[in-house]
């Protein structure tokens, strides 16, 4: 912090003016001929006095109000960097409070955080599939669960080169592997040619056999569960924990970790219970492609 500190040189010459003014105008305003006399010397001492104490009370309220003027910007700066700091310490205890509530996924979360530091916490901008296929790739290593929601057609995984990720989903032993694809009416077309392209097919299964893979319309996976306000966007949760989404048109990865409470738990156990119901809007890809 700066410092302020009076300059009683600068007093003394400021009450010394003072003196000196006030002296002036006492004995222009007596006359010079009177200002001389012996009577007058109280007057004059009286001038000198006044003039000093009022040159040095004007100058010390000057000083006084510069120095509150600087400590007033002072503390503003103080008050911004404290915002600061605390809004660090905020995202660093947010961040750690992440990585202890899921050490298993402590790698793929580290990477994450440290990718999106430079940019709002938990989002990612700027993020193409490639980079996103590998964020899930690091988190595959260390699940023992998966679910996720794909909102592209077959097609995507291979236009994408998303085959390394899909094998290492395969191999990976875990306890479920379950994986909803919600299709938009604009891509019911391209959907449709993928499940009749024998090399698409292909190419799916060879990657994911392993995979449980349901396939619904977004618009009758709205009708099944209204209590949704939207459809996700692709998405994959391991061990009901780490919950990493993707919009590719804005190319923004966001992540979290979510509790049992979430809101994505209860669309996958929603999704789960059609499934036991053989709900017939709610398809199980086939492993063969469809009819020419």
């Given at each position: 912090?700066?410092?302020h500190?009076?300059?009683v040189?600068?007093?003394?010459?400021?009450?010394?003016t003072?003196?000196l003014v006030?002296?002036?105008?006492?004995?222009?305003?007596?006359?010079?001929?009177?200002?001389f006399t012996?009577?007058?010397?109280?007057?004059?001492?009286?001038?000198?006095?006044?003039g000093?104490l009022?040159?040095?009370?004007?100058?010390l309220?000057?000083?006084?109000?510069?120095?509150?003027?600087?400590t007033?910007k002072v503390?503003?700066q103080m008050q911004?960097?404290?915002?600061?700091?605390?809004?660090?310490?905020t995202?660093?205890?947010?961040?750690?409070?992440m990585?202890?509530?899921?050490?298993?996924?402590?790698?793929?979360?580290?990477?994450?955080?440290?990718?999106?530091i430079?940019?709002?916490?938990?989002r990612?901008p700027?993020?193409?599939?490639a980079?996103?296929?590998?964020?899930?790739r690091?988190?595959?290593?260390?699940?023992d669960?998966y679910?996720?929601i794909q909102?592209?057609p077959?097609s995507?995984?291979?236009?994408?080169?998303?085959?390394?990720?899909?094998d290492d989903?395969?191999?990976?032993?875990?306890?479920?592997?379950?994986?909803?694809?919600?299709?938009?009416?604009?891509d019911?077309?391209q959907?449709?040619?993928d499940?009749?392209?024998?090399?698409?097919m292909?190419?799916?299964w060879?990657?994911?056999?392993?995979v449980?893979?349901?396939?619904?319309?977004?618009?009758?996976?709205?009708?099944e569960l209204?209590w949704?306000?939207?459809?996700?966007e692709?998405?994959?949760?391991?061990?009901r924990?780490?919950l990493i989404?993707?919009?590719?048109?804005t190319?923004?990865?966001?992540?979290?970790?979510?509790?049992?409470?979430?809101e994505?738990?209860?669309?996958?156990?929603?999704?789960?219970?059609?499934?036991?119901?053989?709900?017939?809007?709610l398809h199980?890809?086939?492993?063969?492609?469809?009819?020419k």
């Amino acid at each position: 912090m700066p410092t302020h500190e009076l300059k009683v040189a600068r007093l003394a010459l400021v009450a010394l003016t003072g003196a000196l003014v006030l002296e002036i105008v006492i004995t222009f305003a007596v006359g010079l001929r009177e200002a001389f006399t012996v009577r007058q010397i109280p007057a004059h001492l009286a001038a000198i006095l006044v003039g000093a104490l009022g040159g040095w009370i004007f100058e010390l309220i000057r000083e006084i109000t510069s120095t509150a003027a600087e400590t007033l910007k002072v503390a503003q700066q103080m008050q911004t960097s404290f915002e600061t700091l605390t809004t660090r310490i905020t995202y660093q205890d947010k961040a750690l409070d992440m990585l202890l509530a899921c050490p298993r996924h402590n790698d793929a979360l580290s990477k994450l955080i440290k990718a999106s530091i430079s940019d709002n916490y938990k989002r990612i901008p700027l993020v193409g599939a490639a980079e996103y296929l590998d964020f899930l790739r690091r988190a595959v290593v260390h699940s023992d669960g998966y679910e996720g929601i794909q909102r592209k057609p077959l097609s995507w995984f291979m236009k994408s080169n998303g085959g390394g990720y899909l094998d290492d989903l395969s191999k990976r032993n875990m306890q479920y592997k379950v994986r909803l694809i919600i299709i938009d009416e604009s891509d019911k077309n391209q959907w449709e040619d993928d499940l009749h392209d024998e090399n698409c097919m292909n190419y799916f299964w060879k990657h994911t056999e392993t995979v449980t893979t349901f396939w619904i319309y977004a618009k009758d996976f709205l009708s099944e569960l209204p209590w949704l306000r939207s459809v996700p966007e692709d998405l994959a949760l391991y061990d009901r924990q780490l919950l990493i989404s993707y919009n590719e048109s804005t190319q923004v990865l966001s992540f979290d970790v979510v509790n049992s409470e979430a809101e994505i738990i209860r669309i996958f156990q929603a999704i789960d219970q059609l499934a036991r119901h053989n709900i017939p809007v709610l398809h199980r890809l086939s492993r063969e492609p469809g009819p020419k």
